[in-house]
């Protein structure tokens, strides 16, 4: 059943990064948002035009897009320049970007393009950085705003075809708590949802996806947390109903991370030996 809104964001403006398609995270937070009373600005890459149907999204959330590249400061600076004029300040932003160059290439971790490397790590992690401040520098960003950005426990743990991801969420989650303490001095709070295995088009781009979302739904007692759950819980993370949680990495993975190994898995194993 299709939850209702309750007015969480109500009055709440912001921008949300990274939607390209209806796979998207980002498309079903703009969808959640904009249930809960939240407008805001939808923001990728100017490439993403001929990628995705954004335009649906905009007329669906009555929401316009401003083409930006989240590694370019110029773009970033016009981009919240956009936002004052539309909304004064901003209460929130997502930064749901990510693309491993080297692994959508298949190139092993052992023998990365380093070139193809540091653009992963701009892309999906340092993106964040140049973000939050192009938005201080504007003086776009609200006291007491939000920040989430999208991770995943590839940073804390090795999932082999994960490979350069891993790193670059890492960097993500330490950009995280490294901006987390400047912002707190104006309230303002900022956050990492480390979510399941998603099927995106993003996630389609690992070699072994399928295996990783197979491995994740039988390691979870809940099951693979889906996009439209993500969406849900990033809601609450813009609310002010957590005001004071910020600098967190925050688990929506269906218990996954607490997991050591579960009964589901074994017992595929043992199949696969008696088989």
């Not at 692994?103 to 993106?127: C, F, G, P, Q």
């Not at 001095?185 to 956050?191: A, L």
């Amino acid at each position: 059943m299709t939850p209702t809104g309750n007015g969480l964001l109500q009055g709440k403006k912001g921008i949300i990064f990274g939607a390209l398609n209806e796979s998207s995270i980002a498309w079903a937070v703009a969808e959640a948002v904009y249930r809960e009373g939240g407008r805001f600005l939808l923001s990728n890459a100017p490439v993403a035009k001929r990628l995705g149907g954004l335009d649906e999204l905009a007329d669906k959330t009555e929401s316009r897009i401003v083409w930006a590249d989240a590694t370019n400061d110029d773009d970033l600076a016009a981009l919240f320049e956009d936002a004052k004029s539309s909304f004064g300040t901003v209460d929130f932003i997502v930064h749901s970007i990510g693309m491993g160059i080297n692994v959508r290439k298949d190139r092993e971790y052992t023998d990365l393009n380093y070139d193809w490397y540091l653009k992963t790590l701009d892309i999906s992690a340092i993106s964040l950085h140049r973000i939050v401040h192009a938005a201080e520098t504007t003086e776009a960003l609200s006291d007491g705003a939000s920040i989430v950005a999208m991770s995943y426990i590839g940073a804390q743990r090795v999932f082999t075809k994960y490979s350069e991801m891993g790193d670059a969420k890492a960097l993500l989650e330490s950009i995280v708590r490294s901006y987390g303490y400047r912002l707190g001095k104006r309230g303002i709070r900022i956050n990492a949802i480390s979510q399941s295995p998603t099927r995106t088009t993003a996630g389609s781009g690992i070699t072994g996806f399928d295996a990783m979302f197979e491995f994740g739904e039988k390691m979870s007692p809940l099951g693979n947390a889906d996009a439209a759950s993500c969406a849900d819980y990033t809601v609450s993370l813009l609310s002010d109903l957590t005001r004071m949680v910020t600098m967190q990495t925050l688990y929506h993975d269906g218990g996954f991370s607490a997991m050591g190994i579960s009964t589901a898995l074994v017992e595929s194993m043992v199949g696969m030996q008696d088989s």
